[in-house]
C-alpha cells in the first residue's frame, strides 16, 4: 500500500479535492452572503464558470516576467503546502508527504503564495498594487504574531511537531484541542480573519480604496490562476484548522467506505469553520491597516501568550 | 452568419446605404475568432461560461449610473445572472457606457476599453449613447458612441429603468451564445477609422506621466 | 517617520471608490495623503448653456439631470426663482405634495447614501439592504409622477398632478415600513464598532471654519451648527410643519453619519404630518402656452435644503421666454473642491473614500 | 437696516429690499472687494454662498454676482457688478473666500474672464478646448456640435418607431406598449 503509484494517485486526489471543496466554498460564500443581502445570489458553481471564463479569455496581459511568474508562484505555494496537510486521519490516501515537523514547515511556507503574489504585483507598476502589497506585508506580520503563538503553544503542550500526532492525540483521547487549550483556539482562529480577508480584515484588495490591490493588474488567465491558488489555499487553511482544533476528519478506518464517511465528516467540519470569517465578514466593516495590526497585536496575541502559559503550567 | 443587426440603435444596411454615411465598422464571421465551425465544442463551452460571467467594470461615466446600484441590490439583484463588479478594466469584460460621455471622458473611456481583454462588450445606456438624446446641442458630449468604440448592446430610455437593464444583460448573453458579440478584434482591425474618428474630437492625447502602467 | 517617496495615486474617474465620474489626485506617502487634488469636467454637459436654448418649461427636462441622485430640490429651486421672478402663487395643496415629493427625495438619497458610507467602508450588507428599500420610495415616485428617478414634477406653479388614488395609504405603509428597517440599519452601522472607530475623528472640519469655508448641509450641521433652509428661509409648507433639525458636534464622518441618521427619522415625521394635513383645493396655478411663456426680467436668488446641503438656483430673466442665465449652486460644489483639497492632506487613503461619502460629493452638480 | 444705512455712509451705494431675506447691491468693479471684506468682517456675511456671471452681449458687459449669506440674521446679499465685455477683467476675491478660486476658475474657463493673482491650472473642466470660451452668448452651441460631433440620421418619415422595430426584428410589442400606439 506504499507505492509511489499510490503516492501519486493520492497527490492527484487530493488537489481535485481541495480544488473542488474550495471552489464550491467560494460560490456557497456568494450564496449564502447573496442571502443575508436579501437576494437570490448566483448559483453556487458560479465560480467554476468564473474560472473557465478567464481562462478563456483570448489576451491576456502580464506586466514583465515576475506578472507571468506570480501565479505559478501562488499555485506551487498552495500545492506544495496541500501536500504536507494530513488531510484525513486515517486515510492513507490523502496524508501524502505528511512528515514529523510539517507544523512548522508549514508556517513557513503560508507565507510564500503571499509573497509571490507580491513580486508579481510590484513589477506592473500600478500604485494600487505597490500599495496593496504594502498593506498586505503588514497584515502578515500583524496575524502571523498570534498564529505561531497558538501552534507553538500546540507544540509545548503535546510534545510534537507533527500535526498527525496531534490528530491521533484527538482520537485516542477523545478531547479535541479546542477543548485542551481553548486560547490557542481563540488566537488561530482570530488571525484565521485576517488570513481569509474578509471583513474586516479585506485591506489588502479593499475595493472601494484600492481598486482590487495586488491584483488591480491582473486579468485573465493570471486572474483565473490567482482564484484558483486562493481557493486551494482557503481549503487548506480550512483542513489544518480541522486538524489541529476539532479532532481532524476521516477516524473511520481506510477502507473505501471509511474514507468516503471521513471525507463527509471533514467537509462538515471545514464548512462550519468556514462560516465563521464569512458571517462576521457579512456584518463588519473594514478596519484600517494600522486598526487591524493593532487589533491582532492585542487580543489575539494576548490569547496566544494566554495559550502558552496555559500549555507550560497545565 | 447572418447579417442581422443585434442592436436596435444601429440601421440597417439599406439604411446606411440610402442615408450615405458611412457607420461603424460591421464586422463579418470570418474575422471573428470564435469561428463555430472550427473550435465548435470548446467554443460553445466557452461561450456559455462567458455569458454567464460578465464582469462589469465599475465605471460610472454618466447619469446611468445610478440605476446601477438598483440593478446590483436586492430587489433586481444582477448578481443570479452572473453579473458582478470588478475593480479594474484588467478584470472585466463588460464596459457599461452609462449615459453620454463628454470628451474629456471618452478619452479615459477609450483607454479603458483598450485595457480591457478580450472577448470585451460593451453595453450602452440611454438614448444620449444613441443620438445625442436631450444633449443633441451640447458641445461637449458625443452623440453617436458607435462611431468611437464598438458597442454591442444599446439599451434606449432616459434613465433605463433596471427592469431594461436586466433585458439588455440578457440579450447580451444570447448574443455571446450565438458567437456575435465581443468587438475587440473588430476594433482592432478597424483601429484606423475609430481612430480618426477618436482624434477628429479629443485634441490632446497626452496622459499624466504617472498613468503610464 | 523617515520621509517616504511620494507615490501620485488617481483615485477615479474609474475607481470604485468614486462617488461619481471625477478624479481625485492624490500624493500619497505611505497610508498617508500628503496633498489632494480634485480634477474635474468628467460630466461636463454644458447644462446651463443648453438652457439659454429650452425655454422656461423646456428646461425642466435637463434641470433635474443635474445631480442624479436627488434630482428634486433642483426642481424645486428652479420652480421657485421663476414663481419669484414672476410672482406667481402657489396653492396651498401644491406646497404640502412639493414638501412630501422634496422629503421623499431626501430618503432615497439617505438610503443611497447609507449604501455608499457603509459599502465604502466595506460593509456591503447594509448597502443591499438599504438601495433595495429605496426602490420602494422610487415606486411611490412611479405612481406620482410617472418615473423612477426624473420626476420633473415641481413646475412654477404648484405640481404637474394631484395625487393619484390610494397613493396617500400607499405612503403611510411605505413610511411604516422603513421606519421598522432603520432600526435594523442603524444596528448594523451605528452599533457596529468597527464603524465607529473608522469614522469617529475622521476628516474633521473645524466648527469655526465651517460656514467660511463654504460648507453646508449635514456636514455642517456635524460640526454644530444649526442651520437650514427649511427653517432659516422656509419655502413650500415646511413653516407649518413641526419638525427639529438634528445637530451634533465634532465635525468628523461619525457626527455627518449621526446628523443623517436622525434626518431620515424627521423627514418620515414631516411626511407623515403632511399627509395628515394635507388640504384640498387645486394643486397648479396654470402657466400660459409654455411656448409663449414669457417671465418679466429681473433676477432671483431661491434655494431649497437638499440632503447634502442648499442647493440654490441663481435665474435671470430678460424679458423673453427663455431663461437668460441659470446658475445653479450645487451643495457640494465647496465640498467637492476646497473642502476636500483641505481636509484630506493628513488622513489614511483608506478614509478618502469614506470621507468622500460623507461629504456627499455629487460631481455632476458641480461642473453642470 | 443699519447695513443698508451703512453701505450708503461709507461706499455711498445704494442698496435695496428685494424680499424678506434678500437684499440687492449694485456696485462698482473697484469697490467689489472692500465691500465684500467689509460685509464679511463688519457685519458677519462670512458665508460665500455663490458667484454667478451673466453675459449681456448687446451691452457689452459681463455683469458679475456675489451672493453672501449672515448665519445670525438670515439675510443674504447679493452684490452686482458689472465689467468690461471687451476686456474682461476682474479682481480676484479667493484671499477673503477659498472657495472663490473655484468660482473664478470657472469664469476664466467659461467667459474668459482674466483674475489676476489666481493660481490654478487653466484647464478646469474643459480639455484640449481651442474655440472662444463656451459660455459666452455668441458661442452656438449647436452649430458647434453638428460641426464636430458625428450624429445618427434622424427619422425620414412619422412612422411609428416601433412599428419600424417590428419590421427590422420581428420583435413583438409588448402588451403594456400597445395602448400607446398610434392605431
Known amino acids: ?118 513580486l508579481g504585483a510590484g513589477q506592473s507598476g500600478n500604485p494600487n498594487s505597490a500599495i496593496g502589497v504594502s498593506r498586505g506585508l503588514a497584515q502578515m506580520v500583524g496575524y502571523e504574531i498570534p498564529f505561531v503563538l497558538a501552534l507553538v503553544s500546540l507544540m509545548i503542550q503535546f ?68 482564484m484558483t491558488s486562493g481557493s486551494i489555499f482557503a481549503f487548506i487553511k480550512l483542513v489544518l484548522m480541522v486538524d489541529i482544533f476539532f479532532g481532524g476528519a476521516g477516524n473511520f478506518g481506510s477502507g473505501f467506505w471509511g474514507v468516503v464517511a471521513g471525507l463527509v465528516e471533514l467537509v462538515v467540519k471545514t464548512f462550519i469553520v468556514y462560516m465563521i470569517p464569512v458571517f462576521i465578514g457579512l456584518v463588519s466593516p473594514r478596519f484600517r491597516t494600522e486598526q487591524a495590526i493593532r487589533f491582532f497585536w492585542k487580543w489575539p496575541t494576548a490569547f496566544g501568550v494566554i495559550a502558552i502559559l496555559w500549555s507550560v503550567f497545565l | 452568419m447572418s447579417n442581422k443587426i443585434n442592436t436596435i440603435g444601429i440601421p440597417s444596411e439599406e439604411e446606411i446605404k440610402k442615408a450615405q454615411i458611412d457607420f461603424s465598422p460591421r464586422c463579418t464571421a470570418a474575422g471573428r475568432v470564435n469561428d463555430k465551425e472550427t473550435q465548435k465544442m470548446v467554443e460553445y463551452i466557452l461561450n456559455f461560461a462567458r455569458k454567464h460571467s460578465l464582469f462589469v467594470l465599475a465605471y460610472g461615466t454618466g447619469c446611468g449610473a ?138 490632446n492625447w497626452d496622459f499624466p506621466d504617472e498613468y503610464n502602467w | 517617520m523617515t520621509r517616504e517617496k511620494e507615490t501620485t495615486l488617481y483615485l477615479g474617474p474609474q475607481h470604485p471608490g468614486i462617488t461619481g465620474n471625477m478624479m481625485i489626485k492624490l500624493k500619497v506617502s505611505g497610508d498617508t495623503v500628503v496633498s489632494a487634488e480634485t480634477h474635474l469636467g468628467y ?14 418649461l423646456q428646461s425642466f427636462t435637463i434641470l433635474c439631470r443635474f445631480c442624479v441622485p436627488e434630482p428634486d430640490p433642483i426642481e424645486l429651486s428652479y420652480a421657485l426663482a421663476v414663481e419669484k421672478l414672476e410672482g406667481r402663487a402657489v396653492p396651498e395643496r401644491a406646497d404640502y405634495i412639493r414638501t412630501i415629493v422634496a422629503e421623499l427625495a431626501r430618503i432615497q438619497s439617505f438610503l443611497l447614501w447609507y449604501g455608499g458610507q457603509s459599502g465604502s467602508g466595506g460593509l456591503y450588507t447594509l448597502g443591499q439592504w438599504s438601495v433595495g428599500d429605496r426602490n420602494y420610495i422610487l415606486d411611490l415616485f412611479e405612481d406620482l409622477t410617472g418615473a423612477r428617478i426624473y420626476h420633473m414634477f415641481m ?19 411605505t413610511m411604516d415600513y422603513l421606519e421598522k428597517r432603520l432600526d435594523d440599519y442603524n444596528k448594523l452601522l451605528f452599533d457596529n464598532a468597527i464603524f465607529q472607530k473608522r469614522a469617529q475623528g475622521v476628516g474633521i472640519i473645524p466648527k469655526d471654519k465651517a460656514l467660511e469655508w463654504g460648507v453646508v448641509g449635514p456636514p455642517l450641521r456635524g460640526t454644530g451648527i444649526k442651520h437650514d433652509v427649511r427653517i432659516d428661509e422656509p419655502y413650500a409648507a415646511y ?31 414631516i411626511i407623515r404630518q403632511a399627509l395628515d394635513n394635507m388640504p384640498g383645493g387645486s394643486y397648479y396655478n396654470r402657466i400660459p402656452n409654455p411656448m409663449k411663456w414669457t417671465v418679466p426680467a429681473g433676477n432671483a436668488w431661491a434655494k431649497t435644503e437638499s440632503v447634502r446641503g442648499e442647493i440654490g438656483f441663481y435665474l435671470v430673466s430678460d424679458g423673453s421666454n427663455k431663461p437668460r442665465r441659470a446658475h445653479l449652486r450645487g451643495a457640494a460644489y465647496a465640498h467637492g473642491i476646497s473642502v476636500l483639497e483641505k481636509i484630506l492632506p493628513g488622513e489614511n487613503i483608506a478614509d478618502v473614500s469614506f470621507i468622500l461619502n460623507s461629504l456627499g460629493v455629487c460631481p455632476p452638480e458641480m461642473e453642470r | 437696516m443699519d447695513l443698508i444705512h451703512n453701505l450708503k455712509e461709507v461706499f455711498e451705494i445704494d442698496a435695496k429690499i428685494k424680499n424678506d431675506f434678500q437684499i440687492e447691491v449694485e456696485a462698482k468693479k473697484e469697490l467689489v472687494s472692500s465691500i465684500l471684506l467689509y460685509l464679511k468682517n463688519q457685519h458677519g456675511f462670512i458665508h460665500l454662498d455663490h458667484m454667478s456671471c451673466v453675459d449681456w452681449i448687446e451691452d457689452e458687459v459681463f455683469e458679475l454676482v456675489y451672493i453672501v449669506w449672515n ?64 459660455m459666452r452668448r455668441d458661442f452656438d452651441t449647436k452649430k458647434y456640435a453638428e460641426e464636430t460631433y458625428a450624429t445618427r440620421p434622424g427619422r425620414e418619415n412619422a412612422e411609428d418607431v416601433r412599428e419600424k422595430i417590428i419590421k427590422r426584428t420581428g420583435e413583438e410589442i409588448p402588451d403594456f406598449a400597445k395602448k400607446y400606439s398610434r392605431d
Request: net charge neutral; proline share 5%.
Open chain 1, 1 to 118: 500500500m506504499e507505492g509511489i503509484g499510490f503516492k501519486i494517485l493520492g497527490a492527484l486526489l487530493t488537489t481535485i479535492l481541495a480544488f473542488v471543496v474550495g471552489m464550491f466554498y467560494g460560490g456557497l460564500n456568494r450564496k449564502i452572503t447573496a442571502r443575508t443581502q436579501n437576494r437570490v445570489g448566483p448559483p453556487v458553481y458560479q465560480n467554476f464558470i468564473d474560472l473557465v471564463k478567464l481562462q478563456g479569455k483570448r489576451t491576456n496581459i502580464a506586466h514583465g516576467f515576475m506578472g507571468h511568474i506570480a501565479p505559478v508562484l501562488a499555485i506551487i505555494a498552495s500545492l506544495t503546502v496541500l501536500m504536507f496537510i494530513p488531510v484525513l486521519h486515517d486515510g492513507l490516501w490523502f496524508r501524502n508527504l505528511t512528515f514529523k515537523g510539517d507544523l512548522i514547515f508549514l508556517l513557513y511556507m503560508m507565507v510564500f503564495g503571499s509573497l509571490g503574489m507580491a
Open chain 1, 159 to 226: 510534545h510534537t511537531t507533527s500535526i498527525q500526532d496531534l490528530m491521533a492525540y484527538q482520537h485516542e483521547t477523545g478531547q479535541w484541542i479546542i477543548f485542551a487549550n481553548p486560547f490557542a483556539f481563540l488566537a488561530a482562529i482570530l488571525s484565521y480573519l485576517g488570513m481569509f480577508r474578509y471583513s474586516p480584515f479585506d485591506i489588502v484588495g479593499a475595493p472601494a480604496e484600492l481598486a482590487s490591490g495586488p491584483i488591480s493588474e491582473f486579468g485573465g488567465k493570471y486572474l483565473g490562476t490567482m
Open chain 2, 66 to 203: 445610478i440605476e446601477i446600484p438598483a440593478t446590483m441590490t436586492s430587489r433586481y439583484d444582477a448578481e443570479r445572472f452572473g453579473i458582478r463588479g470588478a475593480a479594474t478594466p484588467r478584470q472585466a469584460d463588460v464596459l457599461l457606457i452609462t449615459g453620454y460621455l463628454s470628451t474629456k471622458t471618452l478619452k479615459r473611456v477609450i483607454r479603458v476599453y483598450e485595457q480591457m481583454q478580450d472577448p470585451k462588450y460593451v453595453i450602452a445606456f440611454g438614448s444620449c449613447t444613441i443620438n445625442g438624446g436631450m444633449y443633441f446641442d451640447s458641445y461637449n458630449t458625443i452623440k453617436a458612441l458607435d462611431r468611437y468604440l464598438p458597442v454591442d448592446v444599446y439599451i434606449a430610455g432616459c434613465m433605463p429603468r433596471p427592469e431594461s437593464v436586466i433585458k439588455g444583460f440578457i440579450k447580451l448573453q444570447e448574443l455571446i451564445q450565438n458567437g456575435n458579440a465581443g468587438n475587440g478584434e473588430c476594433y482592432r482591425d478597424n483601429l484606423d477609422w475609430y481612430r480618426t474618428n477618436q482624434q477628429k474630437i479629443i485634441k
Open chain 3, 43 to 56: 460630466l461636463h454637459r454644458a447644462f446651463e448653456k443648453l438652457i439659454e436654448r429650452r425655454n422656461w
Open chain 3, 155 to 173: 413646475w412654477p406653479g404648484g405640481v404637474r398632478r394631484d395625487l393619484p388614488e390610494g397613493w396617500v395609504d400607499k405612503a403611510y405603509r
Open chain 3, 239 to 269: 413653516d407649518k410643519i413641526d419638525f427639529e433639525v438634528p445637530t451634533y458636534e465634532g465635525g468628523d464622518v461619525w457626527a455627518r453619519a449621526l446628523v443623517r441618521r436622525d434626518e431620515i427619522k424627521q423627514s418620515i415625521n
Open chain 4, 71 to 134: 448665519p445670525n440674521t438670515k439675510k443674504t446679499v447679493l452684490l452686482h457688478t458689472k465689467i468690461d465685455r471687451n476686456k474682461p477683467e476682474m479682481e480676484n476675491i479667493d484671499t477673503i473666500w477659498d472657495q472663490a478660486n473655484t468660482y473664478e476658475r470657472e469664469f476664466r474657463e467659461m467667459y474668459g474672464i482674466e483674475f489676476p493673482g489666481l493660481v490654478a491650472e487653466r484647464e478646469f473642466i474643459l480639455e484640449g478646448w481651442t474655440e472662444m470660451p463656451p
